[in-house]
């Protein structure tokens, strides 16, 4: 057995009898008021959801298990994974061991290229990405289980079994959608010797260490950001159905491919890149601000700024620009980058609606992917996809442990409301 998976099996019983005990002593207990305006917002606030793999707190950002997310940018994905599933990083036996399982799995089966080679050239990396995991619903435990009638008690591990095959498998898959959709020549096998994060990087076409390295770190900066996020949310909400985790993985990464969410990279980096061909490199403060008007005043968002819940720069962005400090600080798109952060908040103030006018995630992030030569910005959210599985795949094994039943608020309509307020 994974040693993973034991690790997680013997924390199911104390889970359980944990959420037990909460439930039965002080399951009367409130947790939160909704407003008319918050149903009507995107239930923006609202706490009626439990996810234990990660917090996002407006004024730190993510924290993953407990940990802030800049104390864990020297880790590995794979020990990310572990530590989103268990609470805990693994030991060096651990992480050998959930490295060994991952290569063993790594193949994606050959009907899903040919599924991908038949959609049309022009198709978004997302769709074909998406499309590829839906197609290996195929290959699932859980399914195939559930339809020879397991206990409710053993869904955890079929669950966990999909989720670690899925995994495996995702840099290959995301890979091979790279090269396919970029005619960038055959795909390149999974390399049993590279870990997970520069094994996606070599599959690429990619061996620069440094470019490892940018990959690890971007795999491990968009694991999780907690449970009400669209794609977590709907991951959650599809798999509460008992969907079986690639119905539910690409379910989310579906809501991860919306341009408000993780598709947010790519138009930011398109926002730079024509920054940057407008003024021929980097712009002085004042084109900078001209720009961002014009943007603004086109009644368009500016990509990569703002955030539903943090109220402070990302410390995911932080970790990019750290990054690209060490590894690009002359290159004329990461500068034009640092210098948006400068200008940006101070126009978005001025500008006097969005709630956050400091950087997210992707305001960042394609700087770093764009200098080590990785220039189709269509394709970065798939990147995002691989990393953000993690994140969706733990907190799925860990609902489908203790039992999380089907997901269903209750909706109104505005005639109730109307009557409510007396109107
Ligand atoms: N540029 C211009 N206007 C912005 C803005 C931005 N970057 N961010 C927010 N606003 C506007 C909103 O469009 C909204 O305007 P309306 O009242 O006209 O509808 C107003 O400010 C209030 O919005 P908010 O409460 O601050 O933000 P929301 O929680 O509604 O939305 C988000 C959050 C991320 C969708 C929004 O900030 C945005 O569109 N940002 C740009 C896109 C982006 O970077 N998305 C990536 C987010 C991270 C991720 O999920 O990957």
Known sequence: MPALKDKFAAQIPGLQTEIKTITKEHGDKKISDVSVAQAYGGMRGVKGLICDTSLVE??????????PILELTDKIPE????????????????????????????????????????????????????????????ESEFRKQYAAGMSKKDY?????????????????????????????????????????????????????????????????????????????????????????????????????????????????????????????????EQQLKDFAWETLNSGKVIPGYGHAVLRCPDPRFVAFVNFGAKYCAD????????????????????????????????????????????REFPYYTVLFAVSRAMGMCSQLVINRALGTPITRPKSVGTDWIKKHVGM
């Open 58 to 67: 407006p004024e730190v950002g993510l924290i993953v298990r407990g940990r």
């Open 79 to 138: 020990e990310i994974f572990f530590l989103l599933l268990t609470g805990d990083l693994p030991s060096a036996d651990e992480l050998k061991d959930l490295q060994a399982e991952y290569a063993k799995r790594s193949t994606v089966p050959d009907y899903v290229w040919k599924v991908l080679e038949a959609m049309p050239k022009e198709s978004h990396p997302m769709a074909m990405f998406d499309t590829g995991i839906l197609a290996m619903e195929y």
């Open 156 to 284: 955890w591990d079929p669950c966990f079994e999909d989720s670690l095959n899925l995994l495996a498998k995702l840099p290959s898959l995301a890979a091979g959608v790279y090269r396919m959709r970029y005619d960038k020549g055959p795909r390149i096998p999974y390399d049993t010797n590279l870990d997970w994060g520069a094994n996606y990087a070599h599959m690429l076409g990619n061996d620069d260490e440094d470019f490892y390295k940018a990959m690890r770190l971007y795999l491990t900066l968009h694991c999780d950001h907690e449970g009400g996020n669209v794609s977590a949310f709907s991951c959650h909400t599809v798999g509460s159905a008992l969907s079986d985790i690639y119905y539910a993985v690409s379910a989310g990464l579906n809501g991860l491919a919306g341009p408000l969410h993780g598709l947010a990279n790519q138009e930011c980096l398109g926002w730079i890149l024509q920054v940057v061909e407008k003024f021929g490199g980097v712009p002085t």
């Open 331 to 374: 290159d004329d798109v990461y500068k034009t980058v640092k210098m948006v952060f400068d200008i940006i908040p101070g126009v978005l103030k001025e500008h006097g609606k969005a709630k956050n006018p400091q950087p997210n995630v992707d305001a960042g992030s394609g700087s770093i992917l764009y200098h080590f030569g990785l």
